[in-house]
């Protein structure tokens, strides 16, 4: 089975073809970095032009790089939501035409299962797995429990996680997307230890995040500091302050993993992997955090590797094939979806988007 996967839920074009044999035959993603980096974040009307301005090219790409024409295909999957909708229905209406012009079955893809299933692609791993996604939209601890069967055991009660690297970055004047910039600064950093940040939520009950905090003590110590050296801020502050926070992160992450292991544990005690996925399990300092906690546990740990972490149309076209493989697929009417929780029996949580 091969499968066409085109993902433009953000700010990433993306088309890859994937078999069922978990063979990536070719995985193209274009970034718009360029094009938002003079307004400090994504604007959704010039994400949904450059989409439109450049899937068909990529497409072409992928299918020449996989080295099939398009009659080889078995189906074609697109992101269906959530995400900027400008964008997603630009990849929808283009998988469509493809799906109608060669009597193709189209599958649409929550582009949150794309995450969600990575690892299956690149580790095979097997259900049920314990899942921390992490990316720009969404901080969320899920029970993957098969192709469609999330229970969700925590979220964030405001801020995601890759929106915190990303606040906290423009905060310290590193530029866009924050989240590689204040890994690099970290990593710079001569005093990692100089400044002691709020951890939100560590040890409370339950398995929910919380950024918002965080973020203003980054502010208020950038204010402070910015005060004391005439408004700016010293390379060697910079970097020490995105030191503190990325531990900071790393260690609210890993005690946040460890209630839902144990809640995990008690619903399968059959066991089952830690998994993590999304733009910010990219992050090597949260990989090897959580790669640590893992090991205490007992449990295999499983991080896809890096430029699968972050957007890409390979994790759509292998979600597409799994629900493909179990009989699914959607019709040409389908409608773009802005919001689509993975769990939709999840309590909402005020002013959260599942
Ligand atoms: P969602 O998947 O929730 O819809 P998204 O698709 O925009 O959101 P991803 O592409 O999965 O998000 O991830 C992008 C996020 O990951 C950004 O916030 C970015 O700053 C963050 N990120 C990327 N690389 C790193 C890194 N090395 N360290 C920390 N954060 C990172
Ligand atoms: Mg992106
Ligand atoms: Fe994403």
């Known amino acids: 089975m091969i499968v066409l996967g085109i993902e433009t839920s953000c700010d990433e074009t993306a088309a890859a073809v994937v078999t069922d044999a978990r ?5 193209v993603v274009l970034s718009q970095l360029d094009d938002h980096t003079p307004y400090g974040g994504v604007v959704p009307e010039i994400a949904a032009r450059a989409h439109l301005e ?13 080295g099939i024409g398009f009659g080889d295909l078995d189906a074609v999957a697109a992101t269906g939501g959530p995400g900027l909708i400008g964008g997603v229905i630009v990849g929808v209406m283009t998988a469509k035409a493809i799906a109608a012009a060669r009597g193709l079955p189209f599958v649409a893809v ?6 969600a299933l990575t690892a299956r692609l690149t580790d095979n791993v097997a259900f049920p797995y314990l899942l921390l996604l992490v990316s720009g939209g969404h901080c969320q601890l899920l029970a993957v429990e ?16 890759g929106e915190a690297f990303d606040k906290t970055a423009k905060l310290l004047g590193l530029g866009y997307p924050g989240g590689p910039l204040v890994e690099k600064a970290a990593a710079r950093a001569t005093n990692p230890a100089r400044f002691e940040l709020p951890r939100p939520m560590l040890g409370r009950p339950g398995c929910d995040f919380s950024f918002s905090g965080l973020k203003t003590a980054v502010r208020r110590h950038v204010e402070e500091l910015g005060v004391l050296s005439g408004g700016i801020l010293s390379d060697a502050d910079r970097d020490d302050l995105a030191a503190a926070f990325q531990a900071t992160v ?13 809640r995990f544990k008690e619903d399968h005690p059959q066991g089952g992997a830690l998994v993590v996925a999304g733009g910010v399990a990219a992050n090597r300092a949260i990989r090897s955090r959580l790669s640590t906690l893992a090991e205490t ?11 699968l972490c972050t957007d ?6 292998w979600a597409g094939i799994e629900r493909f493989r179990m009989g699914e697929s959607d019709p040409l009417n389908f409608a773009p979806r802005p919001r689509w ?5 999840a309590a909402p949580v005020i002013g959260r988007a599942g």
Request: hydrophobic share 45%; charged share 30%; proline share 7%.
């Open 23 to 27: 063979e990536i035959r070719a995985d």
């Open 54 to 66: 450049h899937l068909d090219g990529l497409i072409r790409r992928a299918m020449s790089e996989a």
């Open 110 to 115: 929550n582009h949150l299962e794309g995450h």
């Open 146 to 161: 098969g192709v469609g069967r999330y229970r969700r055991l925590g979220t964030t009660i405001d801020d995601a996680v």
């Open 250 to 262: 790393a260690e609210v992450l890993a005690d946040r993993c460890a209630r839902a292991i144990r």
């Open 297 to 307: 546990h007992r449990m295999p740990f499983v991080a896809p590797p890096l430029r």
């Open 312 to 317: 890409n149309a390979a994790m759509i076209a």
């Open 341 to 345: 929780p993975l769990d939709p029996n």
